[in-house]
């Protein structure tokens, strides 16, 4: 609360955006990325955010210099190699810090990028053959993606940033405030910004926020949220040809699944469970809305869309409907149907959750896969299937064998 | 086979909405819905007299509450016509008696 006071009060505007990086900084191995245009506050929110958690013990990449290896991962210790003929590691004072930025990742090139990429997902860092692990760390990059000189990298690299935030630019009123701002704190925002709390105790309200128990409701809500988001009757994850070609014909096509073109990874589950984690543990409570609010921020760079006007506006209208179909869900008591289900066939049961699930693939998955059970036990016959009735052809590894 | 915390999940929803089973017939009590899909122009076009636009999509519950709304005026209107039908056979019996009466008295 004190850090989000702190960054608020040198930050104008995009309050949203920094309520969530606080939250995201309540997990080990904390990764997130600013995208914005250029001039919008990016590196000052960056540097504000790891001033705030780390003081001075903070490393900033620059991806708009020249990074060498040796910057970002160690180098060799030439006189132990001279003297001793031993190959020690210096490593780098990025790989150390508690606090690392990265500055316009977008510039920085594909070897760097790599190195990054391994750290982040391994929470080690080799170099000349020599593995170390890292210790906890929290991580905040900045990228602009309409800069002309970039490097595209590849979507699990940005798959590992737990959260994306987009920053808008100031609104007139709001100009006067950052005007008002620089004047009280000398020009120099960032210089300014004290460092709220230690590593030490953010450490330990990472490790409380990693026992809190989440209601089965939500952790339900965020389960099904992704599936919505990954769903796909004709395998677009294995198939050669995608959406929006691939859906012509398709049942589902007026779905939520005939706008995603990629879909999301169970990274994305992991990421939303932290901050809804971290939201119960700040503020005592988190309900639907907050993770529909949260989703925002934790699932738009890791999807790629069939067609893109507005990132966002585009993602709030996806989760509107995504909010709909959770509603309808309800009204047709889908998941008390299945729960009857599971603990025994009920033919009246079965009756319902068959015309639920031919308008819902989350669910329909959920009851094929019983549907296969009953074939074997011979309760059903397989004509008597959904996935018959309906011609759906559901991939042979998912069924029971 | 059902993970626990899957099956503390449906069973967590079952809570919120418990359902009704017999053997042939499953039923539950509908309360507290929210409407939570985008608003339906067709209303506003109704009762604000607002213009519509091409296409209105509506939802199942407005398309309902309007066939519910008809069927009443329908049946509100029978009875109507059927009011005006006694009226004008009362009308005409009076009318009737009246010159009769007057009729009588030259």
Same mark, same amino acid.
């Given at each position: 609360?004190?850090?989000?006071?702190?960054?608020?009060?040198?930050?104008?505007?995009?309050?949203?955006?920094?309520?969530?990086?606080?939250?995201?900084?309540?997990?080990?191995?904390?990764? *997130?990325?600013?995208?914005?245009?250029?001039?919008? #506050?990016?590196? *000052?929110?960056?540097?504000?955010?790891?001033?705030?958690?780390?003081?001075?013990?903070?490393?900033?990449?620059?991806?708009?210099?020249?990074?060498?290896?040796?910057?970002?991962?160690?180098?060799?210790?030439?006189?132990?190699?001279?003297?001793?003929?031993?190959?020690?590691?210096?490593?780098?004072?990025? =790989?150390?810090?508690?606090?690392?930025?990265?500055?316009?990742?977008?510039?920085?090139?594909?070897?760097? *990028?790599?190195?990054?990429?391994?750290?982040?997902?391994?929470?080690?860092?080799?170099?000349?053959?020599?593995?170390?692990?890292?210790?906890?760390?929290?991580?905040?990059?900045?990228?602009?993606?309409?800069?002309?000189?970039?490097?595209?990298?590849?979507?699990?690299?940005?798959?590992?940033?737990?959260?994306?935030?987009?920053?808008?630019?100031?609104?007139?009123?709001?100009?006067?405030?950052?005007?008002?701002?620089?004047?009280?704190?000398?020009?120099?925002? =960032?210089?300014?910004?004290?460092?709220?709390?230690?590593?030490?105790?953010?450490?330990?309200?990472?490790?409380?926020?990693?026992?809190?128990?989440?209601?089965?409701?939500?952790? #339900?809500?965020?389960?099904?949220?992704?599936?919505?988001?990954?769903?796909?009757?004709?395998?677009?994850?294995?198939?050669?040809?995608?959406?929006? *070609?691939?859906?012509?014909?398709?049942?589902?096509?007026?779905?939520?699944?005939?706008? /995603?073109?990629?879909?999301?990874?169970?990274?994305?589950?992991?990421?939303?469970?932290?901050?809804?984690?971290?939201?119960?543990?700040?503020?005592?409570?988190?309900?639907?809305?907050?993770?529909?609010?949260?989703?925002?921020?934790?699932?738009?760079?890791? @999807?790629?869309?069939?067609?893109?006007?507005?990132?966002?506006?585009?993602?709030?209208?996806?989760?509107?409907?995504?909010?709909?179909?959770?509603?309808?869900?309800?009204?047709?008591?889908?998941?008390?149907?299945?729960?009857?289900? @599971?603990?025994?066939?009920?033919?009246?049961?079965?009756?319902?959750?068959?015309?639920?699930?031919?308008?819902? /693939?989350?669910?329909?998955?959920?009851?094929?896969?019983?549907?296969?059970?009953?074939?074997?036990?011979?309760?059903?016959?397989?004509?008597?299937?959904?996935?018959?009735?309906?011609?759906?052809?559901?991939?042979?590894?998912?069924?029971?064998? | 086979?059902?993970?626990?915390?899957?099956?503390?999940?449906?069973?967590?929803?079952?809570?919120?909405?418990?359902?009704?089973?017999?053997?042939?017939?499953?039923?539950? %009590?509908?309360?507290?819905?929210?409407?939570?899909?985008?608003?339906?122009?067709?209303?506003?076009?109704?009762?604000?007299?607002?213009?519509?636009?091409?296409?209105?999509?509506? %939802?199942?519950?407005?398309?309902?509450?309007?066939?519910?709304?008809?069927?009443?005026?329908?049946?509100?209107?029978?009875?109507?016509?059927?009011?005006?039908? +006694?009226?004008?056979?009362?009308?005409?019996?009076?009318?009737?008696?009246?010159?009769?009466? +007057?009729?009588?008295?030259?």
């Amino acid at each position: 609360m004190d850090l989000e006071r702190e960054v608020k009060s040198r930050f104008v505007g995009n309050e949203e955006a920094i309520r969530i990086m606080v939250l995201n900084q309540l997990h080990p191995r904390s990764t *997130t990325l600013i995208r914005a245009p250029r001039g919008v #506050g990016k590196s *000052t929110l960056m540097l504000l955010m790891l001033k705030g958690l780390c003081g001075d013990d903070l490393v900033i990449v620059s991806g708009a210099s020249e990074v060498k290896r040796g910057e970002v991962l160690g180098r060799l210790h030439i006189p132990s190699l001279e003297k001793e003929g031993v190959e020690r590691v210096l490593l780098a004072a990025f =790989v150390k810090a508690k606090g690392k930025g990265l500055d316009e990742v977008n510039r920085l090139n594909p070897y760097t *990028t790599a190195n990054i990429h391994h750290l982040m997902q391994f929470g080690e860092v080799w170099a000349y053959g020599q593995r170390t692990r890292v210790e906890d760390y929290t991580l905040v990059a900045n990228e602009n993606p309409m800069d002309a000189t970039s490097f595209v990298h590849s979507p699990p690299f940005y798959d590992r940033f737990d959260t994306c935030l987009f920053l808008s630019s100031l609104t007139l009123n709001e100009k006067f405030q950052l005007q008002g701002l620089l004047d009280k704190y000398g020009q120099d925002l =960032v210089d300014s910004m004290p460092q709220v709390l230690s590593f030490e105790e953010l450490n330990e309200a990472r490790k409380e926020v990693a026992h809190v128990d989440l209601d089965p409701d939500l952790t #339900g809500c965020i389960n099904l949220l992704v599936r919505d988001f990954q769903a796909c009757i004709r395998e677009k994850e294995r198939s050669e040809v995608k959406p929006p *070609t691939l859906c012509e014909g398709c049942h589902f096509i007026r779905d939520i699944c005939g706008s /995603i073109r990629e879909p999301l990874s169970e990274r994305a589950t992991v990421a939303l469970m932290h901050l809804v984690k971290a939201a119960v543990w700040l503020y005592g409570k988190c309900d639907l809305e907050e993770v529909f609010r949260i989703c925002l921020w934790v699932l738009p760079h890791r @999807v790629t869309l069939v067609r893109t006007r507005n990132l966002l506006a585009d993602f709030q209208d996806l989760l509107e409907r995504e909010r709909v179909k959770m509603e309808d869900r309800n009204f047709r008591r889908e998941w008390p149907l299945l729960n009857e289900l @599971v603990k025994g066939f009920n033919s009246a049961a079965y009756r319902l959750a068959k015309d639920a699930a031919v308008e819902d /693939i989350s669910f329909a998955e959920e009851l094929v896969k019983m549907e296969d059970k009953w074939v074997q036990e011979g309760i059903l016959t397989r004509e008597e299937t959904l996935t018959t009735q309906m011609g759906w052809r559901m991939p042979v590894h998912r069924r029971v064998l | 086979m059902v993970d626990e915390k899957f099956r503390k999940f449906l069973e967590a929803q079952t809570r919120r909405s418990p359902l009704r089973i017999s053997e042939d017939k499953v039923s539950w %009590e509908d309360r507290d819905r929210r409407l939570l899909s985008p608003p339906s122009d067709f209303l506003e076009s109704v009762y604000l007299g607002k213009e519509l636009q091409n296409t209105v999509v509506m %939802e199942r519950s407005v398309a309902a509450m309007l066939q519910h709304r008809l069927t009443e005026l329908e049946k509100e209107n029978d009875s109507l016509r059927k009011s005006a039908k +006694i009226l004008k056979i009362v009308i005409a019996v009076v009318a009737a008696a009246t010159a009769i009466v +007057i009729l009588w008295g030259l």
